[in-house]
């Protein structure tokens, strides 16, 4: 059976603020969405719902999985049911190696009942599977010595929120501006990455402002969201356009929406 | 590995209750109650000693009498000097029975994976590790390269002239009340000589020596270095010390001579009933390197202040020091760094972390005496405190009476940030796992100083530590 994401009707507030104004989108394991739109649109705050960070708030609407509703769950219970957010900001844990940290993912991934303390997949088992992973990425085995996203580069960061991607397989990836911050070298890897890692399996979307990452995977389907809400849907020609126009048609098409759109965008607090 | 669900009493530090019952058949002597100069006259007689050691203690006996308690660090208003007995021999290996043992504490060691031998030693039920088989052939090889490694009973015996060169010279009992404690009733301990020139390249530790009691209550160790040589030393484990004794007051004096080089390390995780009041004192020489590494992890309450006193120029000192308090904990904990001489560098890193109500403090002193031009000193003392109800303070004192140094102090104090346990539980993780982790990494550059398996053993500590404590 083909899994899937439905989004319906998300309205979602940071603190008072309202950002998503109805937001209704489906995606299916083996499918890649694009999600385009100005700053200020909604697109991240999009992304951190459907993760589930305590600061954004869900008024209306819902998220589901397989028709599952998880819109009340916590993000650890949405990652064992396939979710996955590439983080546009990595975040920093000082002192945990990437090995380490990973280790723990895959064993919660692949054995969601597992409880704290107890089945931690095998060491041999595992180091294995990360070099593996890490050579097809192109990354130096010292890399899982580090401490995570600890004095990493901008590239290095997108390098590792793939690296987790291949680790965990989701069923759902979700990626917050995987392009932005990196010259063209980079974005070409995590969009080669990417692009073998997808596949009948997973349901992704790639919220971008660009097209690059786009090159090595094609979109079925694009949405432009502005002012909180989807506005228009298309193929990936729509990309093309509003790659080569910006955002002036769109905006003039949607005046309501375009109205609602702030220039500065909540961010996560 | 136990099944079923960790239940809170598991885990809590601060919940064990202590019931063994007083067998007589287990000491083979036990001092009446309280503390007097007939009880220290007895235990010097019950040992043999030399008269001048005799002396020493009831000298010390009077300075501690004389002494008020000090007016800072923990409250100490529960501790009743007289209603404790300040000498036991164990009788034989015949002990307490396992079975006496808390459940909570055997449940532990089984999340911990600790051997049955270790486990039975640990708990007290054993009064000697069964070491023989395994360390026979280490204390071998140690004795032919001249390093003496015994415990501080047997050395005032079979080596007076070197104990008594050094025995009493870092920290005379007058230093402060709990060290003329120490020095009237002193028992065990370890006694460490290293010869010039030999390095022991395998860390030396407290159970290494079978020939008498360990972790006792007033230890008394003493370790000199002598010129280039190098040792490490470990005490104490990170498994929970059940001690049925109330006052742990140890002394520890270490001398690190010309190009020489010392390593201390402790784990101590004291059952909640014990007040562990200790003082560590290390003088430094030219060009040597004192280091001190010391984790705190349980007891009522700790107040631990490891010193190194840099003596000539090039000596150089460092002290890392983990506390963790938990509920109905306070660790008083840090280091003092004393700059004698020109051209000495310190280094201290102090990680403290509380939760549950627990308190955890630092208290440092970095000093640098007149005329001890061009040292540089970095202190860095970082906390974290898990939730409103826990407590964190700093007592930094930096007392310089020289202008041409170079001091400097970072201190930063921190919950648990919720965009780290967001990151982490968007990869499966559990708020709790992700909290542990995250402690985890906070102690990383204190962990990674440590031996593997106590590495290993204190990680899973903190990550049994942190389950259940995320309501």
């Given at each position: 059976m083909t899994s899937f994401l439905r989004i319906s009707d998300l309205h979602v507030s940071v603190g008072e603020t309202p950002i998503l104004r109805g937001v209704n989108m489906e995606i299916r394991q083996g499918e890649v969405h694009a999600l385009m739109g100005p700053n200020g649109s909604g697109k991240s705050t999009?992304?951190?719902a459907l993760a589930g960070h305590p600061n954004y708030t869900v008024t209306e609407g819902s998220i589901e999985i397989d028709g599952v509703n998880v819109t009340e769950m916590e993000a650890d219970a949405r990652a064992r049911l396939g979710m996955f957010l590439a983080f546009q900001y990595p975040v920093v844990i000082p002192g945990v190696k990437v090995a380490d940290f990973l280790r723990h993912a895959v064993s919660n991934i692949r054995n969601p009942d597992r409880r704290e303390g107890e089945g931690l997949i095998g060491m041999r088992e595992f180091r294995k599977e990360i070099r593996d992973r890490m050579t097809e990425l192109g990354m130096d085995l010292e890399f899982a010595r580090r401490y995570l996203n600890d004095g990493f580069s901008g590239g290095e960061k997108k390098r590792?929120?793939?690296?987790?991607?291949?680790?965990?397989?989701?069923?759902?990836?979700?990626?917050?501006?995987?392009?932005?911050?990196?010259?063209?070298?980079?974005?070409?890897?995590?969009?080669?990455?990417?692009?073998?890692?997808?596949?009948?399996?997973?349901?992704?979307?790639?919220?971008?402002?660009?097209?690059?990452?786009?090159e090595f995977n094609t979109p079925q389907f694009v949405h432009v969201m502005l002012g909180g809400r989807i506005v228009e849907t298309g193929s990936s020609t729509l990309a093309h356009e509003l790659h080569?126009?910006?955002?002036?048609?769109?905006?003039?098409?949607?005046?309501?929406?375009?109205?609602?759109n702030s220039t500065a965008e909540a961010a996560p607090v | 590995m136990s099944t079923d669900a960790p239940?809170?009493?598991?885990?809590?530090?601060?919940d064990y209750k202590y019931g063994f019952h007083d067998s007589t058949d287990f000491y083979a002597f036990k001092s009446r109650k309280g503390l007097d100069a007939e009880i220290v006259s007895q235990i010097s007689g019950m040992k043999n000693e030399p008269p001048w050691m005799r002396e020493f203690r009831l000298k010390s006996l009077e300075i501690f009498e004389s002494r008020p308690m000090p007016n800072w660090g923990g409250d100490m208003s529960d501790l009743k000097f007289d209603n404790i007995y300040y000498y036991m021999k164990a009788a034989s290996e015949q002990g307490k029975s396992w079975d006496d043992v808390p459940e909570d504490i055997r449940r532990t060691y089984d999340r911990l994976g600790i051997p049955e031998a270790e486990k039975k030693y640990l708990a007290g039920v054993k009064a000697q590790y069964e070491s023989e088989v395994v360390y026979g052939s280490l204390r071998e090889d140690l004795a032919r390269q001249g390093v003496i490694f015994t415990d501080t009973d047997s050395a005032l015996q079979q080596h007076p002239e070197l104990f008594r060169e050094y025995f009493g010279t870092v920290i005379p009992p007058g230093d402060n009340k709990f060290a003329a404690l120490n020095s009237a009733v002193w028992s065990g301990g370890s006694f460490i000589y290293v010869p010039k020139g030999v390095k022991i390249d395998f860390p030396l530790q407290a159970y290494f020596r079978i020939n008498s009691q360990n972790m006792g209550q007033f230890e008394r160790t003493l370790i000199i270095?002598?010129?280039?040589?190098?040792?490490?030393?470990?005490?104490?484990?990170?498994?929970?010390?059940?001690?049925?004794?109330?006052?742990?007051?140890?002394?520890?004096?270490?001398?690190v001579k010309r190009g020489a080089r010392c390593r201390y390390t402790t784990i101590q995780n004291w059952s909640s009933n014990v007040y562990n009041l200790v003082t560590k004192r290390a003088m430094a020489y030219g060009d040597s390197l004192m280091e001190w590494i010391d984790g705190n992890l349980g007891s009522r309450l700790t107040m631990k202040y490891p010193a190194i006193w840099l003596m000539e120029p090039g000596a150089r000192g460092e002290t890392l020091s983990i506390a963790f308090a938990g509920r109905g904990q306070h660790q008083d904990a840090g280091a003092k760094m004393v700059h004698c001489a020109p051209n000495t560098s310190s280094r201290i890193i102090s990680k403290s972390i509380s939760r549950s109500g627990g308190r955890s403090s630092y208290r440092g002193l970095v000093k640098v005496q007149k005329d001890a031009i061009n040292c540089r000193s970095n202190v860095v003392c970082d906390a974290l405190i898990l939730d409103p109800a826990s407590r964190s303070d700093t007592y930094p004192y930096i007392e310089v009476e020289e202008q041409n140094v170079a001091i400097e102090h970072e201190a930063s104090?921190?919950?648990?940030?919720?965009?780290?346990?967001?990151?982490?539980?968007?990869?499966?993780?559990?708020?709790?796992?992700?909290?542990?982790?995250?402690?985890t990494g906070f102690v990383e550059p204190l962990v990674r100083e440590l031996p593997m398996e106590y590495a290993v053993e204190l990680n899973r500590l903190i990550e049994l530590q942190m389950e259940g404590s995320v309501g």
């Open positions: 999009l992304a951190y590792m929120e793939i690296l987790q991607l291949a680790m965990l397989q989701p069923r759902f990836a979700i990626l917050d501006e995987t392009d932005s911050g990196l010259d063209s070298d980079a974005v070409r890897v995590v969009s080669e990455g990417l692009a073998r890692l997808s596949g009948p399996q997973m349901g992704v979307l790639i919220i971008t402002h660009h097209e690059r990452l786009l080569a126009n910006g955002y002036a048609d769109i905006r003039a098409r949607h005046p309501a929406a375009a109205a609602q | 239940s809170k009493s598991d885990v809590e530090i601060g270095v002598d010129e280039g040589a190098s040792v490490h030393y470990v005490e104490g484990c990170t498994a929970p010390t059940y001690s049925s004794d109330s006052l742990h007051s140890a002394v520890v004096e270490i001398i104090v921190s919950k648990i940030a919720e965009e780290q346990l967001f990151y982490l539980m968007s990869r499966g993780l559990s708020e709790a796992e992700a909290s542990a982790m995250i402690v």
